[in-house]
């Protein structure tokens, strides 16, 4: 089993521009989450999905797109980057929600909006 | 509003034990959980507090306290490879997960 897997790993972006970060999991899980981690700081949910076809939102969803089209993938949009967008954008999953239910990180994408 | 407070930087020795606290302010409280972090990398689940009271899962061991607001990571026996953040975790309900800003644990010789 693969777990989590992000692509890409690193990415640079100009103002304005727009990507999609993809993630996956091999788990089967229902639960699926964007995070973003800014320097020195802990992770702040951007959004969620609990099941294919759903979506909300986290703490800090403004500026971000999400889709769950397939219940493996949870796909991450940046419309217009803006520079406040630079960070390291980590996926999870898990079973069902709770913190009793353990989160399985990706990798991470390191992004650089200039 | 929902807050965690943790201490930014802990340094111990190799062998020793330290423990990392944390409180929390919430309008409901759903479990608190504790995650480790290497060097930027993927955050890893190391347990969870539902209950008051000790989990142990060998070298670590969690404590909760509900009336406090107030729980702890205990790690014994520290090792070199301990050397990571440590973030305790409230669970807000309705799937989402609060980090606290974490504390940097050091491992020195």
């Known amino acids: 089993n693969a777990g989590v897997t992000q692509t890409p790993k690193f990415r640079v972006l100009k103002t304005g521009q727009s990507m999609t970060l993809l993630c996956a999991q091999d788990?089967?899980?229902?639960?699926m989450y964007w995070y973003r981690q800014d320097p020195g700081m802990g992770l702040r949910l951007i959004h969620y999905s609990v099941g294919e076809g759903t979506t909300a939102k986290g703490e800090v969803p403004d500026g971000y797109n999400v889709s769950r089209l397939k219940k493996q993938n949870f796909l991450l949009g940046l419309e217009s980057a803006a520079p406040s967008q630079t960070s390291v954008y980590f996926c999870?999953?898990?079973?069902?929600?709770?913190?009793?239910?353990?989160?399985?990180f990706g990798p991470g994408t390191r992004l650089t909006v200039l | 509003g929902q807050s965690l407070e943790q201490p930014s930087e802990v340094t111990a020795v190799e062998g020793a034990i330290v423990q990392i606290n944390c409180t929390y302010q919430t309008s409901g409280f759903y479990g608190l959980s504790w995650y480790q972090q290497h060097d930027g990398g993927a955050p890893t689940f190391l347990s969870y507090n539902a209950l008051d009271g000790l989990e142990e899962t060998g070298r670590f061991s969690s404590f909760l306290s509900r009336s406090d607001s107030y729980g702890y990571l205990l790690l014994q026996e520290l090792q070199m490879k301990d050397s990571a953040s440590y973030f305790c975790v409230f669970f807000a309900g309705g799937g989402k997960l609060i980090f606290g800003q974490g504390t940097e644990l050091s491992v020195k010789p």
């Open positions: 788990m089967n899980h229902e639960y």
């Open positions: 999870a999953s898990s079973t069902g929600t709770g913190a009793m239910n353990e989160q399985f």
